[in-house]
């Protein structure tokens, strides 16, 4: 007696609710773990039930159509022949429920004289229940998918590594004739290279703050480019010095286009506006306000829509050019839009966001769709060729390739620093293809610019696109 009272006083020690559930599941586990993924015995009974109940399903209906046409026949004094009769949807269940839903066709009565058969079909109305009997899975035909296979793309490779700025390369620009480009940098220069031997041809200076947008015309002998220091400037090309500066700016200017046909110049920055400029006679004639944050890419096209900018407020506006209106305006995105890239041949373009890449149609900016990943990074710059290659770079230094027209990544790399920098100095913050569309240039956080093109041994066999269709389409 007095040891079981000792027993009972004896105090309980307190366990916490995370050790009992982990005792409850290794108990679980104990009982379960010898028939864990193992399919109980087939039962014979219960499968021929199965069988059966599936035959009724699908062909119920024309059992009883051709058993009453047999019969009608046979009042007739026709001689009876095996009845063609084909359901065209549903079934027949029992006939307590008999409300005609379906339709079936099948071979009528003789018409005429009884040694001609008719040779038309009739629709009759064949038993089934009120309720949809979908067909099983095992009969159901396969639909394939709609959304349009890859083409094959080459992989691309790293070939040159060009050091020669002393803070990150922001802005990149080819000039027309393909033989050399320019980097605007954080170390406030601008560098002409060669685009055959990568060697350095001149180095500009006159910004005073990091240089964020280059553009190269292809109409004059001038190049334009823009700063944190809120000024934009024109280059004569032939002297190589400063012949115009465009004033008007409140703050840095993050990107710049040159309209394809007529002589202006695109400009926005962080004071949420995307200003026009006269080339030859530095007048601003239109300030294009209605973004609520930084204007931070742009591109012009020769038709309206003629300006397009992308902005920190997450949303794309199409601007009418003759009048300095919106035209419309492009919610899709959740997060900044970064990077606008118009493709060189399709009346469309892509725009990329921390959430994902989207694709729209011009004019009208319908959404056509999402790139079928995710690059899971801020995406600072965006290019595309005219082989529909979309070439996309991240804050982490991730260079992803696309195919334009199903949106496949078909390469996911990532940059490697040069010897010396730290490893989050791996940031991509400019791209652009050459005219051709061969070779593509990153201007990096690491202070370099890489040159890639495609590898020339590769082949679908040895590179296969590894390509699954989505099963949702994402509208939005």
Known sequence: MTGSTMASELPVEPQSFKKLSLKSIKRSLDLFSPTHSQLPPPDAESKKIRMSHKLHVEYGGIKSVSNQSAKNSTQNHVAPSTSNALVLSGSVNSEKTGTQSDLAIVQPKNLGDGNKAGKSTAVIPARGTSERNLPTAALMERIPSRWPRPVWHAPWKNYRVISGH??????????????????????????????????????????????????????????????????????????????RSYHGHLSGVYCLALHPTIDVLLTGGRDSVCRVWDIRSKMQIHALSGHDNTVCSVFTRPTDPQVVTGSHDSTIKFWDLRYGKTMATLTHHKKSVRALAQHPIEDSFASASADNIKKFSLP???????????QKTIINAMTVNQEGVLATGGDNGSLWFWDWKSGHSFQQSQTIVQPGS???????????????????????????????????????????????????IRRF
Not at 185 to 214: C, F, M, P, Y
Not at 425 to 453: N, V
Not at 457 to 466: D, G, I, K, L
């Open 166 to 243: 002393l803070g990150w390369v922001r802005s990149v620009a080819f000039s027309p004739n393909n033989e050399w480009f320019c980097t605007g940098s954080a170390d406030r220069t601008i560098k002409i290279w060669d685009t055959g031997s990568g060697r350095l041809r001149l180095t500009l200076t006159g910004h005073i703050e990091q240089v964020r947008g280059l553009a190269v015309s292809t109409r004059h002998t001038y190049m334009f480019s823009a700063g944190d220091d809120k000024q934009v400037k024109c280059w004569d090309l032939e002297q190589n010095k400063v012949i």
């Open 422 to 472: 730290l490893d989050s100095e791996a940031g991509i913050y400019a791209l652009s293809y050459d005219i051709t569309g061969t070779r593509l240039i990153t201007c990096e956080a690491d202070k370099t610019i890489k040159m890639w093109k495609e590898d020339e041994n590769a082949t679908p066999e040895t590179h296969p696109v590894n390509f699954k269709p989505p099963k949702d």
């Open 364 to 374: 009208r900016g319908e959404f056509l769709h999402n790139m079928l990943s995710q």
